[in-house]
């Protein structure tokens, strides 16, 4: 992913994803997933038992900025994270379906 892309992921998430008071962890985590995929980045992102797994074509390095990065922004975002379970995991198709990153939401 080049840096132009991941700077569109992050801006489609702060425009699109109209984050808004009310909704619980799960609204949020499939909301998460519903604007990276329509980036294009993703190849899949799916939502498991406290954990947003993103499938995307990246390396190790990357995929830890990335997930750093959009667990950053979500805490701007809202605070129902905070304290909570809940993780970020980026997979690399090559990873055989380990994370290359995780961090916390």
């Not at 702060?14 to 519903?34: K, M, P």
């Not at 990873?95 to 916390?104: D, L, Q, R, V």
């Amino acid at each position: 992913m080049n840096k132009l892309g991941y700077i569109f992921c992050v801006f489609a998430i702060s425009t699109s994803c109209a984050f808004s008071e009310g909704l619980d962890d799960v609204d949020y985590a499939f909301r998460i997933c519903n604007v990276v995929e329509r980036t294009g980045m993703a190849i899949d992102c799916k939502v498991n038992t406290f954990s947003v797994d993103i499938t995307m074509d990246t390396i190790g390095s990357e995929g830890k900025k990335i997930c750093e990065d959009l667990s950053k922004f979500m805490s701007t975002q809202t605070k129902v994270f905070k304290g909570s379970r809940w993780q970020i995991k980026i997979i690399s198709p090559y990873s055989n379906g380990t994370p290359i990153a995780k961090c916390k939401l």
